[in-house]
């Protein structure tokens, strides 16, 4: 079953502050592409971000997981994707993820074909890998079956996996900050 919304808050300011506590990310100065940097403050990346900020990456593959969140979860998920991928001689699909505060979309960036959108309630962890330092990876509920899904994607550079793991945490903190906003009056 999926969360009710006082849990599903909870979750979300709990995976919030895990992924903003992490001291793997460079807070300044993440190059996205060789021209554009991502914004030196907070206040300059929330107009951005509302609108949904977009990565190009390789979709590397999916895993089952147990917990919602943790590093040593996520690093032995990392790692079991990333053995997978290896042996599998297929071409990664490259996609478009686009992280916003309602959540990440996930387009085929050949085609333009829409591939998934996770609700930002859905997801409990995100991360950029010690060891794989070019893959990030987030956890997220499946709507279909409920099963705790953690999802791996190859960056170009380790600066790129970084920046989608701070875009991630900032748009769930601007979820949170919308959301507060929103039932303050109740």
């Known amino acids: 079953a999926l969360l009710g919304p006082g849990s599903a808050m909870e979750a979300l300011r709990a995976a919030g502050r895990a992924v903003l506590r992490s001291p793997r990310l460079a807070r300044h100065g993440l190059g996205l592409r060789r021209r554009r940097k991502l914004p030196e403050s907070w206040a300059d990346m929330q107009e951005p971000l509302l ?13 089952l997981v147990e917990k ?7 690093a032995a998920a990392i790692r079991r994707i990333v053995a997978t991928a290896r042996v599998g001689a297929r071409k990664f699909q490259k996609v478009i993820l686009t992280v916003s505060p309602r959540g990440i979309s996930l387009q085929d960036a050949d085609t333009k074909e829409m591939v998934e959108n996770i609700s930002i309630y859905r997801i409990s962890y995100c991360t950029t890998d010690k060891l794989q330092n070019k893959v990030f990876a987030y956890v997220a509920q499946s709507q279909e ?3 705790l ?6 960056s170009p550079k380790k600066k790129i996996a970084q920046a ?5 945490a900032q748009a769930f903190q601007m979820a949170l900050d919308l959301w507060e906003a929103t039932h303050a009056g109740r």
């Open 164 to 168: 989608v793991t701070l875009t991630v």
């Open 68 to 74: 919602p969140k943790g590093e040593d979860m996520a």
């Open 145 to 147: 079956s409920g099963a």
């Open 149 to 154: 899904e953690c999802h791996a994607f190859l």
């Open 51 to 63: 609108e949904g900020m977009c990565f190009t990456l390789k979709y590397l593959g999916m895993t």
